[in-house]
Structure formats: structure tokens, C-alpha cells
């Protein structure tokens, strides 16, 4: 544990620190929280619920968000170590540790609280976060110029759309032609799963969400923060960094949008689509953030919830697993029926509000105010946990 460094910019124009970086980092966890614990999920309004397959909700922009942060926030983290002294090999080997860490508690996280070792799920959030942050690292300890970045992720995204297109898929044949393009449980990531993970370790049973060759372009979303931070560690003018933040933004959506037409959006695979199009949101949330705190100077009051989140973030999101297994874990006994605790909440506490989906999103809102508990309690003391 350790004191967070002061939030504030320096007089240049490379600044320090962003506190519009935490902030944004604590609306997408506690985003996040709030639409992994639905009242009744069946009910949730559409923007709080992933996309069926192909296609895209808000929900599906909260998990590349926060990997586009983390990409951002190496590039300040490294350089102020860099800056300080410390070696290459020495901030390597503390982010393996780090990364390894994040995984394990991942694989706590999917366990918790009756840790069935024989189906535990290997992949999962934390776990993604801590393969990109890992190899993330590695790129940029090795070489910090944003031509290198661009190039690599120009080839994680293209080369991803080949081996989802033009490579056949054993025993379907090829996308497009003999199967159709990302078929659910017919297609290359799905079938590499299947190849090196058992059914019941899978959290669809045939395929996975986190699976092991959507990494790659996962990586590149957070290839995606990274080119961010090294454009926001210029020595451009705050108005110039904005504008790039915005064109970025809008040049992405737009491109995302055209690729869709030969290759879907779609999160479950993590398509290179999906990577514009995601990082195209999160640059335009980005830049109303440091419009608002780094150019407007609006830092009081409402910075505070979402910093209260944003300075503890894989704390929170954490607990707040931990917190709604623990609810599903306990029964209720009610007679000839039994309820999990969470069950039995929304439906004696929240249900009775008669309309279901608003039911649903106070639950959603209430178990983000609890979790807001723990991590508020850490931030009033100054006590930041760096994973």
C-alpha cells in the first residue's frame, strides 16, 4: 500500500498527472459493477446488458475502456520511474509480479466461495487485464516511440481479421464460405478454447468470452491508451491535445462503424472492429473529462465520487465480485421455495416498485453504493492499494 502522488499538473505542458485519467477510470469501474450486478438481468434496460453477439450496447464499451486506461496510465507510470531512476529491468520485473498478482486474483475471483477446483474458469477480467498489462509493458519498456506502437497494433488488428476470415476453422471449413463469419461456437477462437481448455473450465461450454486469441486484440486496445499517453506527454498546448483526443475519437467511431460491414462489432470476440470502435468512444469520454477538469479547472464536488472509485479501482471492481458470489451463494428457505440472498432481495425489497427493468437498476445502483463503502473508507485515509 502507498500514498497516491499528488493529482495535479505540472506548469508545462506534459503534465504529471491526470486527475481526469482517475476520474474516468472510477465512472468505467463503477460502471462496470453496476451492470455485472443486475437486480434480474432478464429485465435490465438495454444499455445495461451486452450485446446478444454481434452489435454493441454502452455495456460493451465498459471492459475496453478500462484496458485503454490502463494503456494510458503506463505510459505515465513508466516515464516517472524512468525519470526517477529506476532501471528497465527493475519496473519489468515489478510489473510481472503485478501482472501475476492480478491473474491469480482472477482465478480467486471465479472460484469464490466454493472454489471447485475441478471446472474453475482460468480465464476471466482480471486475468485479460493482466495479459495486456504484462505484454503492454514489455512493448513500451522496450521501446517508447509511438511509430513502434502503431505498427504493432496495425498488425494485431489485421492480422486478427485474417485468421477470423481466411483461415479455415477445423471440422466447419471457412468462414464466409462453408460456415457463416463468427458463427457463435463455429469459429477460430472458439475452437483454440475447445483445443486447450476443458468445456466445464469455459464460460459459455463451448467457447469464452476471454479466451485466449482474443488477447491479441484486446492488446490492442490497450496499445490503443498507450498511443494516448504518449500523445498527451507532448509538449503540445492542453487546447492542441484535446483537439487530437477529439479527431482521434471521431476518426475511429467512423472507422469502426465502416469495418463492421466486413467484420462485425462484436465483444465476445473482441473483433479489430470492435477495438476502433470502442477506442473511439473512450477518446471522446476522455476528452469531455479533460475538457471539463484539465482545461475548465472543474475539480470540486464531482470529481470526488467517481476519484473514490477511480483511485482503487481493482479494489472496488474486486469486492464487488466477491460481495455478489457471496449473495448468490446464500439460500434463503422460504418454505416449499428457496431464494439466493440476492434473489430474495430484489424481489422483497426492490420487485415490489412494480416496474422491473427501474427495479432491476436501483438494485444495480444500491450494490455500487456498497461498494463505494470500502473504497471511500481507503481514499479518506489516503490508502491507495497498487496491485
Known sequence: MKSAPTQTLSNSPVPTRLISLDVLRGITIAFMIAVNTPGDGEHSFWAMKHADWNGFTPTDLVFPAFLFIVGVSIVFSFESRLRHGETRISIFLHTLRRAIILFLLGLVVNGFPFFHLTSLRIYGVLQRIAVCFLCASALYLWER???????????????????????????????????????????????????????????GGTRDPEGLLSDLPALGTTLFGMLTGIWLRTERTLQEKIAGILAGGVSLVVLGQIWNHWLPINKNMWTSSYVLYTAGWTLLALALCFWAIEI??????????????????????????????????????????????????????????????IASLLYSICFVLICAIPVAILYRRKIFIKI
Not at 504493432?152 to 479455415?168: C, E, K
Open 145 to 203: 516511440r509511438a511509430s513502434s506502437k502503431a505498427a504493432i497494433l496495425t498488425a494485431l488488428l489485421l492480422g486478427y481479421w485474417v485468421l477470423l476470415r481466411w483461415v479455415p476453422v477445423p471440422g466447419f471449413g471457412l468462414p464466409g464460405r462453408d460456415i457463416p463469419l463468427l458463427d457463435k461456437d463455429a469459429n477460430l477462437v472458439a475452437w483454440f478454447d475447445r483445443i486447450i481448455m476443458p468445456a466445464q473450465r469455459l464460460l
Open 296 to 357: 475548465r479547472g472543474w475539480k470540486r464536488g464531482w470529481t470526488g465520487p467517481w476519484l473514490i472509485f477511480g483511485m482503487n479501482a481493482i479494489t472496488a471492481y474486486v469486492f464487488s465480485e466477491l460481495l455478489a458470489s457471496t449473495l448468490d451463494a446464500i439460500d434463503i428457505n422460504l418454505g416449499e421455495d428457496t431464494l439466493s440472498l440476492h434473489r430474495f432481495l430484489f424481489q422483497k425489497v426492490f420487485a415490489p416498485i412494480g416496474n422491473l427493468s
